[in-house]
């Protein structure tokens, strides 16, 4: 008996030595060994312990880049705005996305086709002031997002790609409030019209996701007299909020902190597991990257210098990019060689999107056209479909090709040597380093005797104004692709009447047309119709040389360990959806 | 008793003018020395200025090293570029941020190409990893959400591991593999260039004006030097800012904004210089001989500013490669793909942790000229001082 207790005592005590000893995070057991002592296990799974689920505060430590105002009308960072509430909400669940209903009492509803929709507002919603929100309160807001005085930022979301009846019409001033597409139906009710009918996808995630509502009373307070621009969000007294979270305090340039909403439905549902979410102001990524490892931080952005060491590493998390980026080629400019089809083309085959991909950016993939892969076209992605890939299949890198090209349009510009410019942004190491490469690959590719590229550095809001005014030859940027699920209405920005043109000389009649086919047309409801169109539209758009894809950006995010992301897959729309993500660890 | 006062009888005052406008003929002249002179002999060799200022610096030994320096990076800086087989726009995209490889050194394991990289230790199989592991320093065991991961901290030859091996970048290579040594000197020779030249014409800018100014005084000197009071007013970085943004970066705009308000300080000196001397005795004497003002300035006063002038303009030339890599360092740098010493700091220090060589060599040279060229200014300026003269 006595012998049985003093093995217990034994076995206690060494299972307490154990366990100090597992609180170190690193435990060194050899130094000063050569490879060939390597071992090829790696991974081992450790007991089965109890761990005690984590208790204490529980305050996220993001980053974000400076903020000018929480005017959800003005500010067009969707990702960022956590403290505004949405009608629909996309949220993570068993690593797939779902749209639920947030401020609606359940999903909209339509019962002509997707022309007339119904939205039923929750009962017992409050703003952070204490006020009643209700059906009232998004009247208002699409009131005021559509104002034709203020003029507000994000007043397409209203009409672009999804149409309220007269949405546009107003904004411009030409018809009445009476005549727009919204109707209060009771103070718990809307309904809103479309002008083309809208799939469920469409609707949920742009009038449902992208309708932040404002508070009226604050917003008035804050109107100038004559009603042309509002301080509405520009400091913590006006930023009232109606999302998951609530902005507790907010240090222009400094800080924002976030402290989450026990009024809001979804965290009563027990969708949000964060106390607090605080972002500090942080724009360059080596100074991320040095409080990321000083676990300062929990999450940061990888880049391709540090991917080769952790690209492996479980905390590491790949995103899917919707964008592909490249260089635009200005089809109408003043230098007479960009003026020609094969020159452009010649580019577009010539450009050296894998190099710079593999030994540049190291963590992007090379992209010959312009859709990324992670756009979607109905429920798989488009890249996927056999459309797709032909337009990839045509338009990958051919040097050969590319020659063959240029000299064509070298003997048609006269046989004298050509110089072309390329503005890439200033400060953007990777970029100028992209330039670089283009530079020396097309001279020796095309002669440098006969083909020269001079490189111009500028910030890259200049750039695009130069992009606007059609004052260039070649410029880096990229055409944002607004929705995952509806490349169409992306590619709007190519059509003749798009608000915001970068001048590239391409007008293509038949494009605008398959574009309204697509959207609003004939084939708006058919996938298959639509996926051929797309494809169709691309291959206009590639075949005239208005614009190079050379990558799509996939970055990595390094987690903190005791970061416990909603989902493992990246997901459309919402990538990890970090309003749900939880901490298991203090910091 | 009464005072009688007594009437002086004063001489006329002489007409000098009178006299000098008289020709007195040669013959009422008379020698007053004879034809023998009696002086003692110089036994010893006449001594310059520029020689006894030659003397005094070489006595001052920090300042002769400090040449030395400034003369061996200027060598490098023209020839450097030369004595590699790589060209300073040449890339080798697959042989990206290399550490330094220095043959001889390299057995010693100084510079051979390694780096320390924390690996998990399933890494260590993958194919690219296979021969250029070349020691473990360290083997742990992290913990991650209850797992337990092998992780080594090994030093890895990069040459190996890019399949490099054949090569030798001294100085390593950048991110998209140009040689790193080609590049230091060629953007020395740029920022050189850019110092010298920009200093030059402050040096020719500032005499001129500080001359002018010095000389005329009075209204002309007052308007003159409000002129530059409201130059040197305008904060140098915004003008530099707004200069490039107008005029794009490059060597020339570069060489403009260091010119705007350089010359301000020369010509402050050179006024000053000219105060002094203008009312000197010998000045007074050309004067009255008829010199014009043109003479009187560029030959008679301003040859005593010499030395404060290659004074000042030694001190400027730093100052010059110092405020172009300032404004590299900031992201006005010049045009891609020229390097210059700001440009290759400013892209070193984005990669700081992972590839310290890139910061580590520009920063040297900076460093070293930044230091010989002060050092040089004032054995210079010792060297030219008139009360250091048989010190």
């Avoid at chain 2, 065991?141 to 054949?166: F, H, L, P, R, S």
């Avoid at chain 2, 020719?204 to 002309?220: E, L």
Wanted: aromatic share 12%; proline share 4%.
């Amino acid at each position: 008996m006595k012998i049985k207790r003093i093995l217990a005592l034994a076995l206690a005590c060494m299972m307490m030595l154990t366990a100090c000893g597992s609180n170190e995070t690193e435990t060194e057991t050899e130094t000063n060994t050569t490879t060939e002592n390597t071992q090829t296990e790696t991974e081992t799974e450790t007991e089965e312990e109890e761990v005690e689920e984590y208790t204490g505060p529980k305050d996220y430590r993001g980053w974000t880049t400076s903020r000018a105002t929480f005017n959800p009308q003005m500010y067009t960072n969707s990702k960022t705005i956590m403290n505004a509430g949405t009608l629909v909400a996309a949220l993570a669940e068993n690593d797939e996305l779902v749209w639920y209903p947030h401020h609606a009492s359940e999903l909209p509803t339509t019962t002509d086709g997707g022309t007339t929709w119904t939205v039923k507002i929750r009962e017992g919603l409050v703003w952070s002031t204490g006020t009643a929100l209700d059906a009232t309160d998004y009247e208002y807001t699409f009131k005021m997002l559509l104002d034709p005085k203020l003029v507000n930022k994000n007043a397409a979301y209203a009409y672009d790609p999804v149409v309220i009846v007269n949405a546009k019409e107003y904004s411009q001033g030409n018809a009445n409030w009476e005549d727009v597409g919204v109707k209060l139906v009771n103070d718990h009710e809307l309904q809103i019209t479309l002008q083309y009918p809208a799939s469920e996808l469409d609707f949920y995630s742009m009038i449902g996701s992208l309708i932040w509502p404002v508070e009226e009373e604050t917003y008035e307070a804050c109107m100038n007299a004559d009603r042309t621009s509002t301080t509405y969000g520009t400091t913590l007294d006006t930023t009232p909020s109606s999302g998951m979270f609530v902005v507790s305090e907010w240090v222009t340039d400094g800080y924002e902190k976030f402290v989450r909403n026990e009024n809001d439905p979804l965290v009563k549902e027990g969708w949000v597991k964060l106390d607090s979410y605080t972002s500090r102001y942080i724009s360059q990524n080596a100074t991320r990257a040095e409080m990321f490892w000083a676990g300062e931080l929990d999450n940061h952005s990888l880049t391709g210098d540090d991917y080769l060491q952790y690209k492996n590493d479980p905390r590491a998390h790949s995103l899917l990019s919707a964008n592909v980026w490249g260089y635009f080629m200005n089809g109408a400019s003043k230098n007479t060689i960009m003026q020609q089809k094969d020159f452009r083309n010649a580019l577009h085959y010539g450009t050296p999107r894998e190099t710079i991909c593999e030994d540049v950016y190291k963590l992007y993939p090379a992209a010959p056209a312009l859709i990324s892969t992670g756009i979607y076209a109905g429920d798989g992605y488009y890249r996927d479909t056999e459309a797709g890939k032909a337009i990839a299949e045509k338009y990958a890198t051919d040097y050969d090709k590319a020659v063959e090209l240029f000299n064509k349009a070298y003997e048609a510009n006269g046989g004298q040597p050509v110089s072309v410019e390329y503005i890439y942004f200033e400060g953007q190491e990777d970029q100028k380093r992209q330039a670089e490469i283009l530079q020396e690959h097309f001279e020796n590719l095309f002669g440098s005797d006969r083909f020269t590229l001079t490189l111009r550095a500028c910030p890259p809001a200049s750039a695009y104004d130069l992009y606007r005014a059609g004052e260039y030859d070649l410029g880096l940027g990229v055409r944002l692709m607004g929705n995952v699920f509806n490349p169409w209405s992306g590619l709007n920005v190519w059509k003749q009447d798009y608000a915001d043109p970068y001048i590239t000389g391409f007008a293509s009649d038949e494009y605008d047309q398959l574009w309204f086919d697509c959207m609003y047309g004939d084939i708006a409801t058919d996938t298959a119709a639509k996926v051929e169109a797309l494809a169709k539209m691309e291959e206009l758009l590639l075949d005239y040389g208005c614009f190079v894809p050379v990558m799509q950006n996939n970055n990595c995010v390094m987690y903190h360990e005791r970061v416990e992301l909603a989902t493992e897959n990246y997901l459309p729309f919402i990538g990890f959806s970090t309003n749900q993500t939880d901490l298991i660890a203090a910091a | 008793m009464s005072k009688k006062l007594v009437k002086l009888e004063v001489p006329a005052p002489l007409d000098v003018e009178k006299i000098m406008q008289e020709k007195i003929p040669a013959d009422q002249f008379e020698k007053v020395a004879g034809e023998k002179i009696f002086d003692q002999k110089f036994e010893g060799e006449a001594i310059g200025f520029f020689k006894d200022a030659w003397l005094r610096f070489k006595r001052n030994k920090s300042s002769v090293v400090a040449l030395c320096i400034i003369v061996f990076i200027v060598f490098m800086a023209i020839f450097g570029p030369m004595m590699s087989k790589y060209h300073f726009r040449e890339q080798h995209t697959e042989f990206g941020t290399l550490p330094p490889r220095i043959p001889v050194l390299e057995d010693f394991g100084i510079f051979d190409g390694t780096q320390q990289m924390e690996l998990f230790k399933a890494d260590l199989e993958m194919e690219e990893f296979k021969d250029a592991v070349v020691s473990i320093e360290r083997e742990f065991i992290w913990k991650y959400k209850n797992k337990e991961i092998e992780k080594v901290i090994a030093n890895i030859n990069m040459y190996e591991y890019t399949g490099a091996e054949d090569h030798y970048f001294i100085f390593g290579t950048d991110n998209i593999g140009r040689d790193l040594f080609v590049r230091l000197w060629r953007g020395t020779r740029i920022s050189l260039l850019i110092g010298f030249v920009s200093v030059f014409i402050n040096v020719c800018i500032g005499v001129t004006y500080g001359s002018v100014a010095g000389y005329y005084g009075g209204k002309v000197d007052m308007i003159m030097m409000r002129i530059t009071e409201i130059l040197g007013g305008v904060p140098f970085l915004v003008m530099s800012i707004l200069f490039i943004m107008v005029l794009g970066a490059g060597i020339v705009s570069f060489i403009l904004v260091l010119i705007l308000t350089g010359w301000i300080g020369m010509a402050r000196m050179i006024r000053a210089q000219f105060y002094r001397y203008k009312d000197y005795e010998y000045v007074m004497a050309s004067r009255t001989m008829g010199a014009k003002d043109r003479v009187l300035i560029f030959r008679h006063i301003l040859p005593n500013a010499i030395g404060p002038i290659i004074t000042q303009a030694t001190f400027a030339v730093p100052s010059a490669i110092f405020s172009e890599s300032f404004l590299s360092y900031l992201g006005l740098g010049i045009q891609a793909p020229e390097p210059s010493i700001g440009v290759l700091l400013a892209e070193g220090q984005r990669v700081l942790t992972t590839s310290p060589h890139l910061t580590l060599f520009p920063a040297l040279i900076i460093s070293l000229l930044m230091l010989a060229f002060n050092m040089f200014g004032n054995g210079l300026r010792d060297a030219f001082d008139p009360r250091m003269r048989g010190l």
